[in-house]
């Protein structure tokens, strides 16, 4: 019998990041190999410490999951590393300026899902959404290559635009699990309660409450636009190519007038890879 070839750290986060169908992905395949390696990598990350919260139904045993990711980052910054998605990661850290407190600040933001499944208002919303989207959308900024600080700005004001996205598509799959992200002060603006949520009611007062959010997604989108420095347009790319995506995704929940309580709207694989073509080759997103 042949004996099975050990899968190699690269492999490993090449398949985690393929698998996960992420519009993410679809910007990656336009990307010389060592950012390329590098961002896969860093994707691969975020999916394991993000699938945690989502698969793992006993919260001490997520928190118990978190906790050893914590310290594996840490000893894995210290010299030793002890999971193919660090093996694949580390020897890009230093080239491209990623630091432990950006992947330790990606786990507390998985760690808030663990303990709070309501925010109060936008700030405390914004909170989470900086942590878990806004420094993955600083560190993808390190790894495409920026020459200015304001192009920091502009990766974080991003991340927090794609997060506010998904969240707007994953009202219902949250609302199975108990977890409501929409601003508790939005849904009393617009005499949407709680429970008529997590039972996945629509109502006329839901969608208005919707189109709410989806204007503040696409605000957060126009502002990212505004930040991004000229000189840094052309290196940027696949985070325009996500910007192209994600859009598209929000125009077409828009359209359908937010069938999110029910239904999960999605982009075909060959329809992402269209729209990231474009941006590459056309500039056009």
């Known amino acids: 019998m042949a004996q099975s070839v050990p899968m190699t750290p690269q492999q490993y986060v090449q398949d985690k990041a393929a698998s996960s169908g992420s519009s993410f992905y679809y910007a990656f395949l336009f990307l010389p190999k060592p950012k390329r390696l590098c961002i896969t990598a860093f994707y691969a990350f975020c999916r394991e410490v993000d699938d945690i919260v989502d698969e793992v139904s006993e919260m001490d045993i997520a928190a118990s999951k978190l906790a050893w990711w914590r310290q594996a980052v840490l000893d894995a910054f210290a010299g030793q590393t002890h999971h193919p998605v660090l093996k694949a990661l580390m020897p890009w850290t230093q080239e491209f300026q990623i630091k432990s407190h950006h992947l330790l600040s990606i786990i507390e933001g998985c760690e808030m899902d663990l303990t709070q499944t309501r925010y109060l208002d936008r700030p405390g919303l914004e909170r989470y959404c900086h942590l878990v989207a806004g420094v993955v959308g600083e560190v993808s900024a390190l790894i495409f290559g920026q020459s200015s600080t304001q192009t920091t700005q502009y990766a974080h004001r991003l991340g927090q635009a794609f997060q506010l996205t998904n969240i707007i598509r994953d009202v219902g799959e949250d609302a199975i699990r108990g977890r409501i992200y929409l601003p508790i002060t939005d849904l009393q603006a617009f005499d949407v309660k709680a429970h008529e949520i997590l039972n996945r009611v629509n109502s006329d007062r839901f969608k208005a409450l ?59 694989p060959v329809r992402k890879l269209w729209l990231a073509w474009k941006v590459q080759a056309l500039g056009l997103f």
């Open 210 to 268: 919707m189109a709410h959010q989806s204007l503040k997604a696409q605000e957060l989108y126009m502002q990212a636009f505004a930040l991004l420095p000229k000189e840094d347009r052309r290196s940027q790319k696949p985070g325009l190519m996500m910007a192209s995506i994600y859009r598209t995704l929000l125009r077409e929940i828009e359209l359908a007038q937010y069938p999110v309580l029910t239904q999960r709207v999605s982009l075909t």
